[in-house]
């Protein structure tokens, strides 16, 4: 008997993470896979959709100029009111904490659609950071009936919460598969800026900020802070693939343009930017991703943000918590590019977020699945 499986994603992230997986899914004989973007991010998700040969059965095409979201999670549920109607899936999968994942979530519980949750268990215990990320994966993981957790602290979390423990699976983590599929050691930048870096002569940093609870005065301080590297070491450049939010590009442009081994660019496909973490020497980012994905390239990772949902990562010592106030990140991001053996000891620390078979995981439980 076929079982059919309807994914939804709206994110680039999301998009990331769930490409292999629908990949696979579309590969068996025994699931019908369905594909439903909301284009919650349009361009971004986009691009991911090319690169992995993926092609929408829907497409909500939700995306507006400013559109809050409390907008984002009416439009989903309504959209998918049509899409649960039409196909009537066995389960519905979604991803992460998006609003996106949330929304699609709910409407299929108002439809009594089972759900699968993958990335599920990870947590905060701060409703209001990562916002409105914490909340958003913390009620999609109530409402759903299989959790595919990465890690086994995920699963523990989960347990305290009253989620039984038959529904809930370790599986790692899907981008470790997205990861390694895209990885090229001799990948050529047609970026103009990044194709004149000196990759092998300077060590090279890489930074994201983009997060709502940085914006504002965290965000001031964070750049400062890279400001303060950029002019200290000579041998260092740092890339920052700008986010399009206007608040973000106005900080970094009034506090990081202008020194000429700071690079502000234009935000990047997944590709050249995964291959840019691979050429990079460390990562500085409030990026919850790239706490998972810099580590299985040998990359130390700062995170630029108070607290984390990946505490596996910071346990294994591949990933440190940097907070957000000035002279913190300074100093610690001043000891990897000065003491080799601190670095050392992060660069060659073992990724916990799994090995490149999460997804062959999911499917074979999905396969088992009694439904």
């Given at each position: 008997m076929t079982m059919k499986v309807l994914t939804v994603?709206?994110?680039?992230?999301?998009?990331?993470?769930?490409?292999?997986?629908?990949?696979?899914?579309?590969?068996?004989?025994?699931?019908?896979?369905?594909?439903?973007?909301?284009?919650?991010?349009?361009?971004?998700?986009?691009?991911?959709?090319?690169?992995?040969?993926?092609?929408?059965?829907?497409?909500?095409?939700?995306?507006?100029?400013?559109?809050?979201?409390?907008?984002?999670?009416?439009?989903?549920?309504?959209?998918?009111?049509?899409?649960?109607?039409?196909?009537?899936?066995?389960?519905?999968?979604?991803?992460?904490?998006?609003?996106?994942?949330?929304?699609?979530?709910?409407?299929?519980?108002?439809?009594?659609?089972?759900?699968?949750?993958?990335?599920?268990?990870?947590?905060?215990?701060?409703?209001?950071?990562?916002?409105?990320?914490?909340?958003?994966?913390?009620?999609?993981?109530?409402?759903?009936?299989?959790?595919?957790?990465?890690?086994?602290?995920?699963?523990?979390?989960?347990?305290?919460?009253?989620?039984?423990?038959?529904?809930?699976?370790?599986?790692?983590?899907?981008?470790?598969?997205?990861?390694?599929?895209?990885?090229?050691?001799?990948?050529?930048?047609?970026?103009?800026?990044?194709a004149g870096i000196d990759f092998e002569h300077k060590r090279v940093i890489t930074v994201t900020c983009h997060r709502r609870e940085n914006l504002g005065e965290n965000m001031e301080h964070i750049f400062s802070a890279v400001r303060r590297i950029g002019d200290e070491f000579d041998d260092v450049e740092i890339i920052y693939p700008v986010h399009l939010n206007p608040k973000v590009r106005e900080t970094a442009g009034r506090i990081l343009a202008g020194a000429d081994n700071i690079h502000l660019i234009e935000p990047l496909q997944y590709q050249p930017f995964v291959n840019l973490q691979a050429k990079s020497y460390l990562i500085i980012t409030d990026s919850g991703g790239m706490q998972e994905e810099a580590p299985s390239l040998g990359k130390p990772v700062l995170v630029v943000r108070k607290e984390t949902e990946r505490p596996e990562a910071v346990e294994a010592g591949t990933v440190k918590l940097a907070g957000v106030e000035q002279e913190m990140i300074y100093e610690m991001t001043k000891e990897l590019l000065t003491d080799q053996a601190a670095y050392s000891k992060m660069a060659h620390a073992a990724n916990p977020y799994g090995d490149g078979h999460a997804c062959e995981r999911i499917i074979e439980i999905l396969r088992n699945w009694k439904r």
């Amino acid at each position: 008997m076929t079982m059919k499986v309807l994914t939804v994603f709206g994110t680039r992230p999301e998009a990331i993470k769930m490409a292999p997986l629908v990949k696979k899914l579309k590969e068996e004989r025994t699931i019908e896979s369905v594909l439903c973007v909301t284009a919650q991010h349009r361009e971004m998700l986009d691009q991911v959709l090319e690169l992995f040969g993926l092609i929408p059965d829907y497409d909500l095409n939700i995306m507006k100029p400013n559109q809050s979201i409390s907008m984002i999670t009416a439009n989903v549920l309504l959209g998918l009111e049509e899409v649960f109607q039409k196909e009537k899936p066995d389960i519905v999968l979604v991803h992460g904490d998006t609003t996106t994942t949330f929304a699609a979530a709910l409407a299929a519980f108002y439809h009594q659609i089972s759900i699968g949750h993958v990335e599920a268990g990870l947590r905060t215990y701060d409703k209001y950071s990562p916002y409105p990320e914490e909340m958003n994966r913390v009620m999609t993981g109530h409402l759903a009936d299989l959790h595919f957790s990465p890690t086994k602290r995920n699963r523990e979390n989960l347990l305290r919460e009253g989620i039984k423990e038959e529904r809930i699976f370790i599986t790692g983590n899907t981008v470790i598969d997205a990861l390694l599929e895209i990885a090229d050691k001799p990948y050529q930048f047609e970026d103009k800026t990044l194709a004149g870096i000196d990759f092998e002569h300077k060590r090279v940093i890489t930074v994201t900020c983009h997060r709502r609870e940085n914006l504002g005065e965290n965000m001031e301080h964070i750049f400062s802070a890279v400001r303060r590297i950029g002019d200290e070491f000579d041998d260092v450049e740092i890339i920052y693939p700008v986010h399009l939010n206007p608040k973000v590009r106005e900080t970094a442009g009034r506090i990081l343009a202008g020194a000429d081994n700071i690079h502000l660019i234009e935000p990047l496909q997944y590709q050249p930017f995964v291959n840019l973490q691979a050429k990079s020497y460390l990562i500085i980012t409030d990026s919850g991703g790239m706490q998972e994905e810099a580590p299985s390239l040998g990359k130390p990772v700062l995170v630029v943000r108070k607290e984390t949902e990946r505490p596996e990562a910071v346990e294994a010592g591949t990933v440190k918590l940097a907070g957000v106030e000035q002279e913190m990140i300074y100093e610690m991001t001043k000891e990897l590019l000065t003491d080799q053996a601190a670095y050392s000891k992060m660069a060659h620390a073992a990724n916990p977020y799994g090995d490149g078979h999460a997804c062959e995981r999911i499917i074979e439980i999905l396969r088992n699945w009694k439904r």
